[in-house]
């Protein structure tokens, strides 16, 4: 089995309601933007005719598009994300990346402070599964 990863970047801005000291949560109610460092994991066999998991260049394209959607734009306002949190930002690029390469396994998606968050969908129920609640 392997693994091979395309990473790419994006600065955006956003608003975000927290339950923090009031100090902080009001920086976070103001506009303010990042940088963001995103990583789409793709994991299968090679395949026979091309010796390849997936073409870099295919994966490359899916992820300019998935970048265009995201990369200088205010993130409360991106259809489909939700409240723009590290975890909502991880489901929107692995679900968008998974419907043009179903081989993707995980996203990984940071910020420059140091903060981190990794998605990897498993099998089972719970609110990616598919499975009803």
């Known amino acids: 089995m392997f693994e091979l990863?395309?990473?790419?970047?994006?600065?955006?801005?956003?608003?975000?309601?927290?339950?923090v000291s009031p100090e902080e949560a009001a920086g976070s109610r103001r506009i303010h933007?990042?940088?963001y460092t995103a990583?789409?994991?793709?994991?299968?066999?090679?395949?026979?005719d091309s010796g390849m998991v997936v073409d870099?260049?295919?994966?490359?394209?899916?992820?300019?598009?998935?970048r265009?959607?995201?990369?200088h734009h205010f993130l409360d306002?991106?259809?489909?994300?939700?409240?723009?949190?590290?975890?909502?930002?991880?489901?929107?690029?692995?679900e968008r990346a998974r419907q043009q390469i179903p081989q993707v396994s995980a996203v990984v998606v940071s910020r420059a402070a140091?903060?981190?968050?990794?998605?990897?969908?498993?099998?089972?129920?719970?609110?990616?599964s598919g499975a009803a609640a």
């Not at 990583?39 to 026979?48: F, K, L, P």
């Open 5 to 19: 990863s395309q990473t790419f970047a994006f600065d955006a801005a956003h608003t975000l309601k927290r339950q």
């Open 68 to 71: 265009n959607q995201l990369d």
């Open 114 to 128: 140091g903060d981190r968050c990794e998605y990897r969908p498993g099998p089972g129920p719970g609110p990616d």
């Open 39 to 48: 990583e789409v994991i793709v994991r299968g066999e090679r395949q026979a």
């Open 56 to 66: 870099l260049a295919e994966l490359r394209a899916v992820i300019a598009g998935i």
């Open 77 to 94: 306002e991106v259809a489909g994300l939700g409240a723009p949190t590290l975890e909502n930002l991880c489901v929107f690029i692995h």
């Open 33 to 35: 933007g990042h940088t």
